[in-house]
């Protein structure tokens, strides 16, 4: 009970410990997710842009979605998520 609890008191120092790791690999998750999605390869509101480009087409007299996009890379072109 007593390792307990030193490890429970604020500010001992494995909690210290445990709270700095945590707190690193928070930020080194934080930087990998922000690069990777929003930095290198932005899709910022594709989740609109796919069904306002279909209600376009079709509006226009076209299909809403078109059969070659669904070779498509992905992004806005794709003809859902």
Known sequence: MAALGRIAR???GPNRLLRAALLVLWIVLLV???VGTVLI???F???LEIPLRAAER???GLPPYQSEA???PPGATQPFL
């Open 70 to 72: 669904f070779v498509s």
């Open 10 to 12: 604020l500010g001992a």
């Open 45 to 47: 509101a594709v989740d």
């Open 41 to 43: 390869a932005p899709r």
């Open 58 to 60: 079709w509006t226009a």
């Open 32 to 34: 990998y997710a922000l």
